[in-house]
Structure formats: C-alpha cells, structure tokens
T-cell receptor, first 115, second 112 residues
Framework: AQSVTQPDIHITVSEGASLELRCNYS??????LFWYVQSPGQGLQLLLK??????LVQGIKGFEAEFKRSQSSFNLRKPSVHWSDAAEYFC?????????????FGDGTTLTVKP | DGGITQSPKYLFRKEGQNVTLSCEQN?????MYWYRQDPGQGLRLIYY???????QKGDIAEGYSVSREKKESFPLTVTSAQKNPTAFYLC???????????FGDGTRLSIL
C-alpha cells in the first residue's frame, strides 16, 4: 500500500529566507505526487503535481518540487518566502494504476513565517 | 467557474441529532470524497465514491453516512452515533481516484 510521510510537523522561517518542506513516499513504482496548501479555515489548493517527465516541477506562487526516485522523495521548495505563505502544506501520493484506489495524504506541515 | 460548494459554512448540532452537510460540484468529476480534519491530525478520509450509487468507507466511517444519487452531489450525514463530531469537514472531487483533488471551503461543525 502507498504511504506518505511528512517528517516536519511545524517549520518556522524568516520572511525572505528559502524554504524546503520534506515529503517521503512509499510506493512500488513511479507514483503520482502532489503538493497542496491550506490557509486557515479554507479548503486545500493544488500547488503542483508530478505525473511523469521532468523531475523538477514548477507550481503556482513560486513553488517548485523535485521528484527523486532514489530517495523516494518529493520535497517542496521556494527560494524566498513571503508572509502570505504561512499555511499548512500537504503532500499526497496517488497511483497511475486505475485499480489501485484513492490517493493518500501526509499529515501536513505547518509553516510559520517570521517578519 | 466550476468548483465545489459546501454548505453551510458553520453548523451546530444538538445532542442526539443527525445533521447533513451538503457538497455539490459542477466539475463533472466522477469521484468524490469526505474528509475530517482535527487540529494537528491532518486529513482523515470518511467516505469516498467513484461513481453514482456506489461509495466506500474510508478510515473513520463509523457514525457517518453518505449517499451518491447524483454525480454532482455527495451529502454527508453526521449521525448521533458519532460521539465526537466537532471538526472541520472537507469535501473534494477528482476525475478519477488517482487524480488531482479539488476541495470545497469546508464546513465547521460544533456541538451545542
């Protein structure tokens, strides 16, 4: 069965600093991978996704993520964090096999941005 | 614009009462989902549906029920059997179970 681990429950960075949020997955082949963001009291919004091809994926709001098969990772990065990036971030893994069932979400990482 | 609409945004339940949360989508998606979110616990899947008139239990289905009579609609009933219903409930949809999920803005349920 597929699974997702987000090792960091809470991360604090200063505004303007770089950011990396970690995501590790367990899956037997190349999975579908997603990063979502949730602002307080809101639903989740897709930041970016990886299905195949180039392992460096660009998303909205200046975020990018890199799929590393050898490390089973899909870490989210941003070169310079803005105060509005404070939110909760979820990594998710899905299977290209249409019989494999639903996607699986990690437990999330809460990002706090210091002025 | 297409999207998912959840209503109401806030809901209050009395002891022993069933309440129903609405979820409607106009994205023409086949799959729909209900999640519960508690502080510090991420998303927990309650029920999901791949097609009309079919649905499966998720990880925490006890005390909840759903129906999928129309492609656009996937209402969730929180029954009196759910002893700790206070939470934030999120509905989502996707073209297939493996695809990108689109989320509503959630319903916050509290106990009176």
């Amino acid at each position: 069965a597929q699974s997702v681990t987000q090792p960091d429950i809470h991360i604090t960075v200063s505004e303007g600093a770089s950011l990396e949020l970690r995501c590790n997955y367990s899956y037997g082949a190349t999975p579908y991978l997603f990063w979502y963001v949730q602002s307080p009291g809101q639903g989740l919004q897709l930041l970016l996704k990886y299905f195949s091809g180039d392992t460096l994926v660009q998303g909205i709001k200046g975020f990018e993520a890199e799929f590393k098969r050898s490390q089973s990772s899909f870490n989210l990065r941003k070169p310079s964090v803005h105060w509005s990036d404070a939110a909760e971030y979820f990594c998710a893994v899905g299977s290209p096999n249409t019989n494999a069932g639903k996607s699986t979400f990690g437990d999330g990482t809460t990002l706090t941005v210091k002025p | 614009d297409g999207g998912i609409t959840q209503s109401p945004k806030y809901l209050f339940r009395k002891e022993g009462q069933n309440v129903t949360l609405s979820c409607e989508q106009n994205l023409n998606h086949d799959a729909m989902y209900w999640y519960r979110q508690d502080p510090g616990q991420g998303l927990r899947l309650i029920y999901y549906s791949q097609i009309v008139n079919d649905f499966q239990k998720g990880d925490i289905a006890e005390g909840y029920s759903v129906s999928r009579e129309k492609k656009e609609s996937f209402p969730l009933t929180v029954t009196s059997a759910q002893k700790n219903p206070t939470a934030f409930y999120l509905c989502a949809s996707s073209t297939g179970l493996q695809g990108t999920q689109h989320f509503g803005d959630g319903t916050r349920l509290s106990i009176l």
